[in-house]
T-cell receptor, first 114, second 115 residues
């Protein structure tokens, strides 16, 4: 079974530019999550998709962040315009429906805004 | 007060010893508890989940949960250098509601097992 795939693995952009991160969950996993870890802080929840619908986006920092999940398959997270404080590692995770047995995380995208 | 608190360490133990990692949480309605291991530059990997008070053992790992004290721990027996990593404690609320499935993480404890 293929795991959760994220790309790019690294991205360095200038302040004010736009970046789009992509996540391909495990096939058949209805639940897809985005998390972020900024340096020195804990991993924090951003949002949760169930299939193509946003179930919970309470963790999204502001309206510069836009997440989509096309047809309930892969998901993108766009940051526009990027700010310095957006730097960090963005993780995607997926799990099947039903009781929580723990997620499978992707390897993350390290975003650096300069 | 942080929602999930861990001692950031580093915790250093000799090879073959027992490593004890601790975590406290503030939200009493938390129902599910997880320990993830994260090697540097890699993704968090689930190693243990626990839902009921008491102990749960899986190989060299034992998770302990005490909901009354809002405390979760992870014991690693016969620690190996390959266990050196950051260990993340995470909690999740119960069934129902829009927050179902959302994990709240602690900052992680760095464990170093030296030969």
């Amino acid at each position: 079974e293929a795991g959760v795939t994220q790309f790019p693995s690294h991205s360095v952009i200038e302040k004010g530019q736009t970046v789009t991160l992509r996540c391909d969950p495990i096939s058949g996993h209805d639940n897809l999550y985005w998390y972020r870890r900024v340096m020195g802080k804990e991993i924090k929840f951003l949002l949760h998709f169930v299939k193509e619908s946003k179930q919970d986006e309470s963790g999204m920092p502001n309206n510069r962040f836009l997440a989509e999940r096309t047809g309930g398959t892969y998901s993108t997270l766009k940051v526009q315009p990027a700010e310095l404080e957006d730097s960090g590692v963005y993780f995607c995770a997926s799990r099947p429906g039903g009781r929580i047995y723990g997620y499978t995380f992707g390897s993350g995208t390290r975003l650096t805004v300069v | 007060q942080k929602e999930v608190e861990q001692n950031s360490g580093p915790l250093s133990v000799p090879e073959g010893a027992i490593a004890s990692l601790n975590c406290t949480y503030s939200d009493r309605v938390s129902q599910s508890f997880f320990w993830y291991r994260q090697y540097s530059g890699k993704s968090p990997e689930l190693i243990m989940s626990i839902y009921s008070n008491g102990d749960k053992e899986d190989g060299r790992f034992t998770a302990q949960l005490n909901k009354a004290s809002q405390y979760v721990s992870l014991l690693i027996r016969d620690s190996q250098p390959s266990d050196s990593a950051t260990y993340l404690c995470a909690t999740s609320l119960g069934l129902g509601g829009t927050s179902y499935g959302k994990l709240t993480f602690g900052q992680g404890t760095i464990l170093t097992v030296h030969p």
